[in-house]
């Protein structure tokens, strides 16, 4: 089975504080991705990477960005964390050229 | 803009009915079609997808129809179970997936 693993469930951060949202993938996927969920707006794409060391921006980058580092593993990072970041963040990943996406767990991240 | 659109918010269904889920899109450039179903705090998890030059696919109680002309794709689960109530989302892939809205599924014993 793929297992895409998010690092928190659950996450309380304060305005203004640096937050990193780890994920890994044990399937040796080589297409990765951050989603935010929010009620209304359904999933909307941050930031992907379809291999180590590179990244493209999604529909909603800004005030975020993401490290691929290792083929398994993708940080979304939010470099100032303000109220309108609290959300569901998702990661997911796929092999290439295949369209489905396994998802993480999701974290619930709350900035207060 | 939203490249794909669910337009029914929620939708409620009756134990052993048929429930039917739509979704529209704008893009005729997406090559492949996917249903997700997702439970509250968890991970979306995928049901069945359909490729561009199909016009249906078939998985058990789940059906997914596509007519490019029209640009719109359905879901269609039958009979409806209790643990079939879940948010679904559809989703197009242009290699990345763009997600629709969602729609609330409850199924009412």
């Known amino acids: 089975d793929v297992k895409v693993t998010q690092s928190s469930r659950y996450l309380v951060k304060r305005t203004g504080e640096k937050v990193f949202l780890e994920c890994v993938q044990d399937m040796d996927h080589e297409n990765m991705f951050w989603y935010r969920q929010d009620p209304g707006l359904g999933l909307r794409l941050i930031y992907f990477?379809?291999?180590?060391?590179?990244?493209e921006k999604g529909d909603i980058p800004e005030g975020y960005s993401v490290s691929r580092e290792k083929k398994e593993r993708f940080s979304l990072i939010l470099e100032s964390a303000s109220t309108n970041q609290t959300s569901m963040y998702l990661c997911?990943?796929?092999?290439?050229?295949?369209?489905?996406?396994?998802f993480g767990q999701g974290t619930r991240l709350t900035v207060v | 803009d939203q490249q794909v659109k669910q337009n029914s918010p929620s939708l409620s269904v009756q134990e052993g009915r048929i429930s039917i889920l739509n979704c529209d899109y704008t893009?005729?450039?997406?090559?492949?079609f996917l249903w997700y179903k997702k439970y509250p705090a968890e991970g979306p998890t995928f049901l069945i997808s359909?490729?561009?030059?199909?016009d249906k696919n078939e998985d058990g109680r789940f059906t997914v129809f596509l007519n490019k002309s029209a640009k719109h794709l359905s879901l269609h689960i039958v009979p409806s179970q209790p643990g079939d109530s879940a948010v679904y989302f559809c989703?197009?892939?242009?290699?990345?997936?763009?997600f629709g809205q969602g729609t609330r599924l409850t199924i009412n014993p």
């Open positions: 359909i490729s561009s030059i199909k």
């Open positions: 989703a197009a892939s242009d290699r990345k997936l763009v």
């Open positions: 997911a990943s796929s092999f290439g050229g295949l369209p489905e996406a396994f």
């Open positions: 893009n005729s450039m997406f090559d492949y």
């Open positions: 990477s379809y291999d180590v060391k590179m990244k």
